[in-house]
């Protein structure tokens, strides 16, 4: 595997240079676009990682995942009356759909359904950005996950597209807590700072029907992280989710800081990241690293 991993890593270093940034964020567009790492996380506990997989980035809308779960756990089945679990076939920050669909976001990984998700724990938890920030350690097993202030206030500066949404959800009875407190708990969840390695460890519960082998807890039921990997195959790469269940074949979720997580049930839980995004917002050489890992082992789920 470890072999591997560096012989994938150098197949895709010639695609670094072809995709941007996220400059729309600010403090993400000073990020070196030329990294490049990727960890994989056997359920057994064992990882393997090649190329800058220590290195801690900002997680964006890979948070989303650790959100849903949160809220899966509170409100369980109670959460699918206020937001679906369809594909969207729009852009993730897409208004359109909002509004002619009355408010209703059509799953949790497009930015109006994690602002709903955010909502939802808004209410429930007293501290939403610490709780979130101590989940993922939890998950992970690193104590020292924290949430990088300058790109939280970076994104909040720029909020005006995700308020936008929020408020127009509120217009429509689906929005319960002050707008600005909840893109202030949800800007921090994007900003986490994690890397591959803390990513792929983090996410191995959706590897092992549930179970989270660093606390020894039952993060969800079998069923439960059985639904959240559906929904990551079907909605967890923006709209360019069926190119990668095309090329890919496993339920991931990407953020436009390069990170891109994927899970195979009942083996293994794979992050890659590279800053560099292709037009649908997601890694360009993360994409094609996947394809190439789960050529050559054979992981498709399909």
């Given at each position: 595997?470890q ?8 197949e895709?270093r010639?695609l670094?240079g072809?995709g941007a ?7 993400l567009?000073?990020?070196d676009?030329g990294q490049?790492?990727i960890?994989v996380y056997?359920?057994?506990g064992?990882?393997w990682q090649?190329g800058d997989a220590q290195t ?20 369980g089945?109670g959460i699918w009356?206020?937001l679906?679990?369809?594909?969207s076939?729009?852009p993730f ?10 408010g209703r976001?059509?799953?949790?990984f497009?930015n109006a ?6 909502d ?7 501290a939403p ?6 989940f993922?350690r939890?998950?992970c097993g690193n104590p020292?996950i ?17 308020a936008?949404?929020?408020?127009l959800m509120q217009a429509f009875?689906n929005f319960?807590?002050d707008?600005?407190?909840v893109?202030?708990?949800y ?9 591959c390695?803390?990513?792929a460890r983090?996410?191995a ?8 082998l660093h606390?020894?807890e ?6 439960q992280?059985k ?5 990551m195959a079907?909605?967890?790469?923006y ?5 990668f269940a095309?090329r ?5 979720k990407?953020g ?10 009942g083996r293994?839980?794979v992050?890659?990241w ?5 037009a ?6 993360g994409?094609?690293?996947?394809e190439k890992?789960t050529?050559?082992?054979g992981?498709?789920?399909f």
């Amino acid at each position: 595997m470890q072999s591997l991993l560096e012989e994938i890593l150098d197949e895709v270093r010639p695609l670094l240079g072809r995709g941007a940034v996220a400059n729309y964020i600010p403090a993400l567009a000073e990020v070196d676009p030329g990294q490049l790492g990727i960890a994989v996380y056997g359920v057994s506990g064992k990882t393997w990682q090649a190329g800058d997989a220590q290195t801690p980035f900002s997680i964006q809308s890979i948070s989303k995942v650790f959100s849903l779960v949160q809220a899966i756990q509170h409100s369980g089945e109670g959460i699918w009356s206020r937001l679906g679990y369809e594909p969207s076939g729009q852009p993730f920050n897409s208004l359109v759909q909002l509004e002619f669909e009355a408010g209703r976001p059509r799953n949790p990984f497009i930015n109006a359904g994690a602002l709903v998700i955010c909502d939802i724990n808004q209410s429930r938890f007293a501290a939403p950005t610490l709780s979130l920030r101590d989940f993922a350690r939890r998950l992970c097993g690193n104590p020292l996950i924290v949430s990088d202030a300058k790109v939280a206030a970076s994104e909040y500066q720029h909020r005006a597209r995700n308020a936008a949404m929020a408020y127009l959800m509120q217009a429509f009875g689906n929005f319960h807590n002050d707008v600005e407190a909840v893109l202030h708990s949800y800007f921090h969840h994007c900003a986490l700072r994690m890397s591959c390695v803390d990513l792929a460890r983090a996410f191995a519960f959706l590897a092992r029907e549930g179970h989270c082998l660093h606390s020894d807890e039952q993060v969800l039921s079998a069923r439960q992280a059985k639904q959240v990997n559906s929904i990551m195959a079907t909605s967890g790469l923006y709209d360019e989710a069926g190119n990668f269940a095309y090329r890919v074949g496993l339920p991931g979720k990407s953020g436009v800081g390069g990170g891109i997580v994927a899970v195979v049930p009942g083996r293994f839980s794979v992050c890659v990241w590279s800053p560099e995004l292709n037009a649908a917002g997601n890694s360009l050489a993360g994409i094609a690293a996947l394809e190439k890992l789960t050529e050559r082992i054979g992981w498709s789920i399909f």
